[in-house]
């Protein structure tokens, strides 16, 4: 008889944990500039190393080199740069007003605005968007009305939604903004549905699906890459790699795989792996993947790498889970700063003009928010009416719920 | 005996299985390291180890996948679902393959699992953090479903439901949490602490699988109540001066069908409360059931209060919840009828 030693469970654990230094020793970071730049008629078995590399622009120096570089012009550098600090700073407010009790709840997308602001800037008006609650920068890169935003936010009478769904769940048809689920993972794959119809109908529009790492363990993760993969429509699969999923570190979500762009291969799908605080990569590597599909070429798969610098929610504290300051040790650094570092290095920007456009900022968003708290908080009200719940179920209210609105007496 | 809340009366039970039986294990998405959103396995995992307390990628259905597999082996495993939300990818694993596994193998494979999650609103959590789909379980031949009002029963419930040879959805009001939450949400909860059903016994003992109790004994009329509602329903009966017995249903299957007859045929006046929405809700099964055993005693329509037929809203979310003036009303209606 052979002898086997008993079987043991192998269960994933990060490196370290609170009271822990912070470790990114074994996070491979190649230089920027060494990751080539394919055609976009490129075949998958032809770019599979590059779902294991980073595509990276911006050195340390704050230059742009590289096969990726070269792609974006002043005026839109300068333009993403605000873009990303009204973000940040919209962030800031609206977290500061759930705390004042104000709303109920609030989700911030600290250190991971380059990823939304440049994929929209490399998006067309008529494409859309399947987000998560972390994409609020799509919005506001699109200029979507802050006060409408904040409304939501507050689910106060001038909330588009009704004061139906939770704070961050925007919705905006118009602005190529699909309405949040808070279902992780659903929308992955009607993005793909989307990108299918555009293609039955002989459209030229794209449509971009966005996921957590977390979220990429869902059925509907799958399924995305698997319509995808058979179909392939004009969509652009995006996966923002921020190391967390609340307290669950993303080996729980690749479990042996290296990166989540390899996920991609298995199903044939052209997959490339970003530093997602490089607004110049993510910038550079969205237009790629918007011409490939707009072209005909079919899907891409993109891992943003990137790090959530904030709590996952304004329920959580992640001080329970990680190092404290594991996010000032995340090697990939700040997408502002870096920007910024990099338009001074171009000679077009400057620490006062950051500053002042700071200020500047700063007051736009209060007087957004000022304007917004005139229409109510959910705190204070006035909310919404009680009616509002029973619209919408339907086109038409059918008779039993009529019945129920009426029982409620409004 | 020891002061809990619900949260440590449900860590306490599985405290207590994992210690006695190497076959219980726990696992859901960020139970492991951190214990849980709602905190629920806090330090469970520094106890008894990660291959037996452990996170899982969010994926329900592979949550309840692996617990349907582990239990086909004889483990006994507790699987968290974050939010009863959530359940629904899991679905097809608890209907078409939990419920049935035994009736299917004759016995040969069985399915010992307990699946626990937070339901109900009064969080503001909109659309995706308040629902409470009882129904959609209770209506599944070969599945247990139970829904605890208070510490006391949740740790004795929870015990039942792991010893339980049988799949077991195992709701939790989250806004019972911490105190008896009676659907007044302008004024402070009571702690479980300064509350007798917070008193619970430490170490093993179970509350029966499929018997109800009755907190309050009444002549005039009989509420059918769970969860969060029992509270509202002992506020509302308060509230009215109607002498109300208020049956707390503890299991909504199997149901204590033999106390509801009682009390209806004591009372001849029934109101069915639950705050999930009211079209083919577990209120029109419990209202069907009392017809066909009591209707000789019923002296007035039965009456059901109710979540609307909508989804959860956010801002709206007390005009949706089926609160003490809302119960106050249909108890005069039942009363008047
Ligand atoms: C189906 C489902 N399961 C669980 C949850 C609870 N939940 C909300 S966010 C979250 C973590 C998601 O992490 P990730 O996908 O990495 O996105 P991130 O929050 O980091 O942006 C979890 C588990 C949910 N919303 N939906
Ligand atoms: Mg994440």
Not at chain 1, 109 to 122: D, K, P
């Amino acid at each position: 008889m052979t002898y086997y030693k008993p079987l043991s469970l192998y269960v994933p654990e990060p490196s370290v944990r609170p009271g822990d230094k912070p470790d990114f020793s074994k996070f491979a970071i190649p230089k920027a500039g060494s990751v080539r730049r394919p055609e976009i008629d490129v075949s998958e078995e032809e770019i599979r190393d590059l779902a294991y590399g980073i595509i990276r622009v911006l050195n340390r120096d704050g230059e742009a080199v590289g096969p990726w570089a070269g792609v974006m012009d002043d005026e839109t550098a300068l333009k993403g740069l605000r873009y990303m600090m009204k973000t940040r700073a919209y962030d800031a407010r609206m977290q500061k007003a759930q705390r004042q009790g104000k709303t109920s709840f609030y989700m911030q997308c600290l250190g991971e605005e380059a990823i939304a602001v440049a994929h929209q800037m490399a998006l067309s008006p008529g494409d859309m968007n399947f987000p998560t609650y972390r994409q609020q920068g799509l919005l506001i890169a699109r200029e979507h009305p802050l006060v409408e935003m904040m409304c939501q936010i507050y689910s106060n009478s001038g909330d588009v939604l009704g004061g139906r769904q939770m704070p961050v769940m925007y919705s905006s048809r118009d602005s190529g903004f699909f309405s949040i689920s808070g279902n992780l993972g659903t929308q992955y794959v009607q993005a793909v549905g989307w990108a299918m119809a555009s293609a039955i109908k002989g459209d030229t529009k794209i449509a971009s699906a966005w996921i957590g790492d977390g979220a990429t363990a869902s059925n509907d993760f799958h399924s995305a890459l698997l319509y995808a993969s058979v179909y392939r429509p004009p969509v652009i699969l995006n996966v923002v790699n921020n190391q967390w999923a609340i307290s669950t570190f993303q080996g729980i979500a690749t479990g042996q795989s290296v990166t989540f762009a390899t996920r991609a291969l298995g199903y044939g799908l052209n997959a490339l792996r970003v530093d997602g605080n490089d607004f110049l990569a993510v910038y550079a590597v969205s237009k790629w993947a918007v011409e490939r599909a707009r072209r005909n070429f079919g899907p891409t798969f993109i891992e943003w790498v990137t790090y959530r610098v904030g709590a996952h929610s304004s329920s959580d504290d992640p001080s329970k889970y990680r190092p404290l300051d594991e996010s000032s040790a995340w090697p990939m650094g700040d997408p502002i700063e870096r920007l910024k570092n990099h338009l001074i290095v171009r000679g077009v920007w400057s620490d006062d003009r950051h500053v002042q456009l700071d200020a500047e900022l700063h007051d736009e968003i209060r007087d957004a928010a000022k304007e917004a708290e005139s229409h109510g908080t959910l705190g204070q009200g006035p909310a919404p009416s009680a009616k509002e719940m029973f619209e919408d179920v339907f086109k038409e209210m059918p008779p039993h719920l009529r019945r129920q609105r009426q029982q409620m007496g409004v | 005996m020891a002061r809990m809340n619900m949260i440590e009366a449900i860590r306490d039970a599985m405290d207590v299985k994992l210690g006695q039986d190497d076959d219980v294990v726990v696992f859901g998405e960020d139970v492991g390291y951190f214990g849980g959103v709602f905190r629920c396995t806090d330090g469970l995992q520094r106890k008894y180890g990660k291959s037996r307390v452990f996170d899982t990628p969010i994926n329900e259905s592979g949550i309840v996948g692996v617990a349907v597999g582990m239990g086909a082996y004889g483990l006994r495993p507790i699987a968290e679902v974050q939010f009863a939300d959530y359940v629904y990818p899991a679905y097809d694993q608890i209907v078409s393959e939990a419920a049935r596994l035994r009736h299917r193998s004759h016995g040969q494979f069985t399915s010992p699992i307990t699946i626990r999650m937070p339901c109900g609103g009064g969080i503001f959590g909109g659309q995706t953090h308040s629902q409470t789909p009882e129904a959609l379980f209770t209506h599944v031949a070969g599945l247990k479903t139970v829904l605890p009002s208070n510490p006391y029963d949740a740790k004795g419930l929870l015990i039942a439901s792991i010893e339980d040879d049988d799949p077991v959805i195992f709701f939790e009001p989250k806004r019972l949490y911490n105190g008896p939450f009676d659907g007044h949400h302008d004024r402070p909860v009571t702690p479980w602490s300064k509350h007798a059903l917070g008193d619970v016994p430490e170490g093993h003992y179970v509350v029966p699988l499929g018997e109800a109790a009755i907190r309050r004994e009444g002549s005039d009329v009989t509420v059918l109540a769970y969860g969060t509602m029992v509270f509202v329903a002992q506020a509302a009966a308060a509230e009215t001066g109607i002498d109300a017995e208020i049956i707390d249903l503890r299991t909504l299957l199997p149901l204590d069908l033999d106390r509801i007859e009682a009390s209806v045929k004591k009372t001849g006046r029934c109101l069915i409360v639950h705050e999930a929405t009211f079209t083919s809700g577990y209120g029109a099964e419990l209202s069907a059931l009392v017809q066909e055993t009591c209707f000789y005693h019923l002296e007035a329509p039965i009456e059901r209060v109710t979540g609307w037929d909508t989804p959860y809203p956010h801002a709206q979310e007390w005009d949706y919840f089926p609160g003490p003036a809302r119960v106050g009303a249909g108890l005069k209606r039942v009363m008047e009828a």
